[in-house]
């Protein structure tokens, strides 16, 4: 998949694919338009010859690209000629190991592909569904947040629902127009006066993906 030409072929030209225009769909001014996926493969490489990819020397060498220039193909449904190229893990194609290893239900909801140039950004936010994160170019930057600092064990139900309510706050779920399992906050520069409760947010756990590593995220 390091392969343009590649990926090119495999997906085909004409594949239409969702992008996000803007760095992060957070931002109101985010566009989202419909293109063909040789249109994107066509932008990585200009966006390549105009600011490299990241990996020839470091990124602090690099010229940083302006938010309106970072085309995201994010959360689209893998093309299918894609399947061919990796086994699906054992948590998502074996019920019976999953029940035994408690995680997951041992079946694909879904698969889904992101792919997109330094600098692109998914914003805070969490899914109703047990997550594999696979990396398969490139690096990720990952910060993970609880929810909640953790609720004592003799609390009632009725009180650790509140208090999860009240602990998860800090998040601004759903904020500013955004969907109810999204923050608007900049978690990297957070604006403290728009959002004050985002100070008492939990430590984040940072991690970093590198090709060939996948991340569980309950």
């Known amino acids: 998949w390091k392969s343009l030409d590649y990926l090119h072929a495999a997906v085909g030209a004409d594949t239409p694919v969702y992008v996000e225009i803007g760095g992060s769909y957070a931002d109101t001014a985010v566009q989202k338009p419909e293109i063909t996926f040789g249109e994107y493969v066509e932008y990585l490489r200009h966006f390549e010859e105009k600011y490299g990819d990241g990996e020839k020397g470091g990124a602090e060498e690099l010229q940083q690209p302006p938010p309106n220039e970072i085309v995201y193909l994010a959360q689209n449904d893998l093309p299918p000629a894609l399947y061919n190229d990796f086994e699906l893990p054992r948590l998502c194609d074996d019920a019976e190991f999953a029940q035994q290893n408690q995680v997951g239900q041992g079946k694909l909801y879904s698969c889904?592909?992101?792919?997109?140039?330094?600098?692109a950004v998914s914003p805070l936010h969490y899914d109703p569904l047990d997550n594999l994160l696979m990396q398969v170019v490139g690096t990720k930057r990952v910060l993970l947040y609880p929810r909640t600092a953790g609720l004592a064990d003799e609390a009632t139900e009725e009180t650790q629902r509140k208090s999860a309510a009240e602990q998860a706050a800090w998040a601004y779920a759903g904020a500013d127009g955004m969907q109810k399992n999204t923050s608007p906050v900049n978690v990297e520069h957070p604006d403290l006066e728009k959002y004050p409760?985002?100070?008492?947010?939990?430590?984040?756990?940072?991690?970093?993906?590198n090709p060939g590593d996948v991340l569980f995220i309950p």
């Open 112 to 119: 889904m592909l992101w792919f997109g140039p330094r600098r």
């Open 197 to 209: 409760l985002f100070a008492n947010s939990p430590p984040a756990i940072e991690c970093t993906l």
